[in-house]
């Protein structure tokens, strides 16, 4: 069965690095996202991207984010000057979008990332 | 997206049906109800979805209302492995995921 692949699963960072997190989206799905988690709490929306281009991001997504399709297969999250407050799991997710009726999105794995 | 409602948490016995309620009273013609769920921190897994009709693949049952103000997840026969958090989704889009309802399935 197809799936997303993200890698690496654990990153550890400085506080102030760049880190780039990569994700391998289904092969035929056409939209991206990430989200991310912090220990204990909710599953949150950071961003969409479809066509090369930003879909929808939330509040989270300020300018230290960044999102790309360096290739026709993977999507990145580029986080420019890491916090202590980002550590936290990020997902990849990819779907099909065949309308409304069926936007199903198919989650990694996740990247565990740990600024210190 | 409509805001849903769902326990915090509930029991189960291992090879009982499973029955997860979520209330989403101010959900709106175009949104579709998802179900995800979350093992153990591992990426969210689509279980299933619904507009108004109830539904059923190879993991899940869902039933939603004739209002749509409310719906059920039913596992039919829980494992062990069904242990994880569950999350009822009302969307035309996002998904934008809440606390969930930890589902403990006992031996």
Redesign the interface.
């Known amino acids: 069965e197809p799936e997303v692949t993200q890698t690496p699963s654990h990153q550890v960072t400085q506080m102030g690095q760049e880190v780039i997190l990569r994700c391998v989206p289904i092969s035929n799905h056409l939209y991206f996202y990430w989200y991310r988690q912090i220990l204990g709490q909710k599953v949150e929306f950071l961003v969409s991207f479809y066509n090369n281009e930003i879909s929808e991001k939330s509040e989270i997504f300020d300018d230290q984010f960044s999102v790309e399709r360096p290739d026709g297969s993977n999507f990145t999250l580029k986080i420019r000057s890491t916090k202590l407050e980002d550590s936290a799991m990020y997902f990849c997710a990819s779907s099909a979008w065949q309308g409304i009726a069926k936007n199903i999105q198919y989650f990694g794995a996740g990247t565990r990332l740990s600024v210190l | 997206d409509a805001k849903t409602t769902q326990p915090t948490s509930m029991d189960c016995a291992e090879g009982r049906a499973a029955n997860l309620p979520c209330n989403h009273s101010t959900i709106s013609g ?1 949104e ?1 109800v998802y179900w995800y769920r ?1 093992i153990h ?6 279980i299933i ?1 619904g ?1 108004k009709n109830n539904e059923t693949n190879e993991m899940a049952s869902l039933i939603i209302t004739e209002d749509r103000k409310s719906s059920t997840l039913i596992l039919p026969h829980a494992t062990l492995r069904d242990t994880a958090v569950y ?1 009822c989704i009302v ?9 969930g309802t930890t589902v403990t399935v006992r031996a």
Not at chain 2, 41 to 46: A, H, L, M, N, T
């Open positions: 175009n579709y979350q921190s591992q990426g969210p897994q689509y979805h507009l999350y969307t035309s889009y996002k998904l934008s995921f809440g606390a």
